[in-house]
Nanobody, 121 residues
Framework: QLGDSGGGLVQAGGSLRLSCAAS????????MGWFRQAPGKEREFVAA???????TYYADSVKGRFTISRYNANLVYLQMNNLKPEDTAVYFC?????????????????WGQGTQVTVSS
């Protein structure tokens, strides 16, 4: 089971750090991703990190502002800087057993419950 946390209300230009933790298993066995879903929209890819942490991948909309990282075998972070109102969404961490990066939510096997991020203008 994955547990994501760290969301909140922040003004535009502010920062938040989301955390994804696992109990009972090592996240280093999985490609890890962050997705987000705004009201009335489909869930979209935000960022992913390889099993080793050596490769990271970002949606164009967050490139240069968000950073995904691994802290240890059981923690993955999403550092979000210079937040914009359009970043407002529920953010989900997810784990994929695939051997290469995936951008489609259907390729992820486990999901966190989601954490709300709201950016005010």
């Amino acid at each position: 089971q994955l547990g994501d946390s760290g969301g909140g209300l922040v003004q535009a230009g502010g920062s938040l750090r989301l955390s994804c933790a696992a109990s009972g298993r090592s996240l280093s066995m999985y490609f890890m991703g962050w997705f987000r879903q705004a009201p009335g929209k489909e869930r979209e890819f935000v960022a992913a990190i390889s099993r080793s942490g050596g490769n990271t991948y970002y949606a164009d909309s967050v490139k240069g502002r968000f950073t995904i990282s691994r802290y240890n075998a059981n923690l993955v972070y999403l550092q979000m800087n210079n937040l914009k109102p359009e970043d407002t969404a529920v953010y989900f961490c997810a784990a994929s057993a695939r051997l290469s990066v995936r951008y489609n939510p259907s390729d992820y096997d486990s999901w966190g419950q989601g954490t709300q991020v709201t950016v005010s203008s």
